[in-house]
């Protein structure tokens, strides 16, 4: 059976810090800190959502996210330029080293699958102005299920619409929460650090390979696999 690949869209392989330049035009030089709040309760919301078992699509967590850090930060944005920064979300770019990366996965024999908290039509159309979607199979949702990683539900349901089996799936993705919840459900996961100082969580659960970037994603799995 051919490996399967399930990538991890938002931080992983498209920058949701893509949005600052959007952001300092109407903020000015607080646009960082202000992507950074956005981008950590944007997660904390799908993470209370999951567990509250009140599920609305990865849109409405990211603009209540939107609505609080503005309230947190004091920010004072209208409608339409809330309106307009959640449409930027639609066009924000890929890293460097993805195109390159996933043309070499698919060139390696894998099979890749976009694997997003996003919604599917979000998830295509954000693959899509990035350039990248052909790489990919297919696009699995969360949504289809109404749960959000890292839930054990959503790996299993991902394995169900891959038609892929736990031991021959790995994960990659930059989310720590995302691979433990992988490495969980009987994945192998590669946590890609796109920050020099990001720390893996301390749970005595480590990723399968720890990578600085998505370039060498099929050769080091590779290698990880004829080590076994």
Request: hydrophobic share 45%.
């Amino acid at each position: 059976m051919p490996v399967t690949l399930a990538f991890d869209i938002y931080g992983t392989l498209i920058d949701t810090h893509g949005v600052v330049g959007a952001l300092a035009q109407r903020i000015g030089d607080r646009a960082g800190p202000f992507s950074r709040m956005w981008r950590d309760k944007q997660l904390e919301y799908t993470f209370r959502r999951g567990l509250m078992q009140t599920y609305e699509d990865f849109s409405v967590c990211t603009r209540h996210a939107l609505d609080y850090t503005c309230a947190c930060m004091k920010i004072a944005l209208s409608e339409a330029d809330k309106l307009a920064l959640m449409q930027a979300y639609a066009t924000l770019p890929a890293f460097d080293d993805v195109a390159s990366g996933l043309a070499r996965a698919r060139d390696a024999g894998f099979r890749l699958f976009a694997f997003s908290n996003g919604r599917a039509d979000a998830v295509e159309t954000v693959l899509t102005h990035a350039g990248i979607r052909d790489y990919f199979e297919d696009v699995v949702s969360v949504d289809e299920i109404h749960c959000f990683k890292p839930s054990p539900v959503v790996y299993r349901h991902f394995l169900s619409r891959a038609g892929a089996v736990a031991s021959a799936t790995w994960l990659i993705s930059s989310n720590p929460f995302d691979v433990l919840g992988a490495i969980s459900a009987g994945w192998r996961a590669a946590w890609i650090k796109r920050q020099p100082d990001a720390v893996f969580d301390p749970w005595g659960i480590e990723p399968t390979l720890a990578l600085g970037s998505v370039s060498d994603v099929a050769g080091q799995i590779i290698a990880a696999s004829s080590d076994c």
